[in-house]
């Protein structure tokens, strides 16, 4: 604890300042409509919210999250120590530094923090706990959540039963894993230090590359794909982890030179229309002489293409019909032909 600025009692009160109270001290604002119970969510900040339990914050677009402290650090790019100086400021009254002069000259300057180096979770154990959470859970078609532990792209944590999704580079090797809870307690992130251009992708064999904000969505897509009678293996599907990493989108099509049309399908909200508007002019950019057909796709009733499969499931039950289920969210959103525009609904 940095005790040659701020008392001990102060540097909790710091460290503990109401996340909302940091949030607006930063300029940010509350979007009400997009609000719920359990968390707020803030304008035009690409998906992130605070929630209202726990004093944390967590960041759809990117995965980042973290307390008060890290949410200045984030947004203003500075040290722990100016984060600090900042709430005392902006925030919390009443704190006074509280500098010893005999230990002025003896402070040594802040070390750079060490980037993390990636380490994959163990994971020895069979992943029953995983395919009951995604299967059971979220409604994945069962074969496609075993195809997937078969290709070793997913796997379940041998400590926490999390479940993995692994991003694999050329050779096979592991860079990158995003972790999902398997209890009631809602936890997703992605493991330290992971390369963020190689993300969890199920390779197909067609030209078509449709990219998701997660696994999980990537895979509940392919499962409408099944549902349709569709072949789910013909079109590739990556997870960006999130709307705003373009990083792995590049080295995806860098890769795979057969791809021509690209379909951004990430969560219907304004953090992943904006993040699909930022990466398709990006992708544009970088390659200007591929000609990609870009297209849009949104769910309809859901924020997301899980909550889209989940809905249709509980449907299902009842003897709701797919054709029928994506038939009516169509009618009911007025979402045109594919002719006729370029946002379209079409799993």
Known sequence: MPDYKYSRDDYYRLTNAPCLDVAMALGMEINEKGSDKKSWKMKGEQGLCIYREGNNWYRFSDGRHGFPIDLVKD???CTTEQALDFIARYVVNGVSEQVRPERRRTVPPPKPEKPAEFSPKKHDIPPKRVMAYLIK????DPEIVTKMIQRKMIAEDSLHHNCLFFGRDETGVIRSCALRGTTAVQFRGEAPGGDKSCTFAMAGRNDVLRIFESP?????HASF??????DWTADHRLSANGSG??????RYLTNHTEITAVWFSYDNDEGGRNGA????QRLLDDFPDRNFTVRFCYPAHGKDWNDELRLFRALEAHGVNVRDFLASTAEEHNIPPPEDDEEEYEP
């Open 216 to 220: 999980i969505d990537a895979m509940s």
């Open 137 to 140: 859970a979220r409604g994945i």
């Open 277 to 280: 508007a930022a990466s398709s």
């Open 225 to 230: 794909s099944k549902l349709l009678g569709r």
């Open 75 to 77: 947004k203003l790019g």
């Open 245 to 250: 990493n373009y990083e792995s989108i590049k």
